[in-house]
């Protein structure tokens, strides 16, 4: 992390909140997040004095090349992304209230109804010139005229940009989730839960949608289901076989970029955080991730709210 050399402006080193929201929406990683945000500022300190003084709005300017930064890995992205083993889910962020935690990028960003993994994943279809000015417009209110600088199009193109990517997520018919959870969301997390670890094959199905699907992402690195997982009654007979394979784990409650979600450990370490859409009184998607890179920010749960369950490894 960039320190503050003597005499920087806090308006300069305030930014870095504000640009890690970005870049996290925009890229659905965290890890790929701070390493945008760090060039961004390394990019800043690179200029002299003069040069700085020189810009009129150093938070404009900085939200600019972060913008630009994030719109050129997107497009790599993509590439990568294609080689990747089996599914790819974006990064799942903690709640800072429920984890002991340090200074870590996740620490910075805000849980609110963009961040929700439905919505995240609806982000992942998009083009990455789509994905850069639905964010900026439609999440952080940029205006066209400044999304033009940074995506290198006109603001007309921008808005036509902007308005497709509106059409996918109304497609998807995965609008944004409520910024806050509801304690039905959270009963309905624990019911699955509980008939989980009580092994209720029956159960389980009434929780689950009879379309509902899980994605699981491993990256290659450990083994899970490389296939999503589709129907209510498959879902949980994968469930029930893994749990009678690998009992033993803690299986906690946590929130899960911002709604009621459910963490696997063992011997105090996270092994797999699983993220859910609910619709009602059902469970809609299941986004697993185990791939061990997107989960360093899962550490330190707090003790007092900890509960015993099945191994949550297999989700």
Same mark, same amino acid.
């Given at each position: ?6 005499? @920087? ?30 060039? =961004? ?82 982000? @992942? ?71 989980? @670890? ?54 906690? @409650?946590? !929130? ?13 370490? !996270?092994? =797999? ?25 899962? !550490? ?7 509960? =015993? ?7």
């Amino acid at each position: 992390m960039s320190t503050q050399p003597e005499g @920087e402006p806090d308006a300069v080193v305030g930014e870095r909140r504000h640009l890690t929201n970005l870049a996290y929406r925009l890229l659905g990683s965290l890890a790929e997040a701070e390493d945008a945000v760090q060039e =961004t500022y390394t990019r800043w300190y690179a200029m002299s004095r003069r040069e700085q003084a020189a810009i009129a709005s150093p938070g404009a300017w900085l939200t600019t090349v972060a913008g630009r930064i994030c719109l050129d890995v997107l497009g790599s992205a993509r590439a990568r992304r294609e080689r990747y083993v089996g599914a790819w889910v974006p990064e799942p962020l903690p709640d800072r209230a429920e984890w002991a935690g340090g200074d870590d990028p996740a620490d910075r960003i805000t849980l609110d109804e963009s961040v929700s993994m439905a919505f995240l994943v609806v982000l @992942e279809s998009m083009t990455p010139a789509e994905r850069v000015a639905f964010v900026l417009h439609d999440v952080f209110r940029y205006p066209f005229a400044e999304i033009a600088e940074i995506i290198g199009r006109t603001p007309a193109a921008c808005r036509q940009l902007a308005t497709s990517a509106r059409r996918r997520v109304s497609a998807a018919r995965a609008p944004a989730a409520p910024s806050a959870p509801s304690p039905g969301q959270a009963g309905l997390v624990r019911h699955f839960k509980e008939a989980w @670890e009580a092994r209720d094959i029956e159960a389980l199905v009434g929780l689950l949608d009879p379309d509902a699907a899980m994605v699981s992402d491993g990256g290659g690195l450990v083994g899970t289901v490389l296939h999503p997982v589709e129907g209510a009654e498959q879902i949980a007979a994968y469930l029930i076989h893994i749990a009678d394979r690998a009992p033993g784990l803690r299986l906690l @409650e946590r !929130t899960v970029n911002g709604l009621p979600g459910l963490v696997a450990q063992h011997t105090g370490v !996270t092994v =797999t955080v699983a993220a859910f859409e609910l619709d009602g009184e059902r469970v809609t998607r299941i986004w697993a991730v185990r791939n061990p890179e997107k989960l360093r920010a899962w !550490t330190g749960s707090r003790p007092d709210r900890a509960r =015993t369950g099945p191994d949550g490894a297999i989700l």
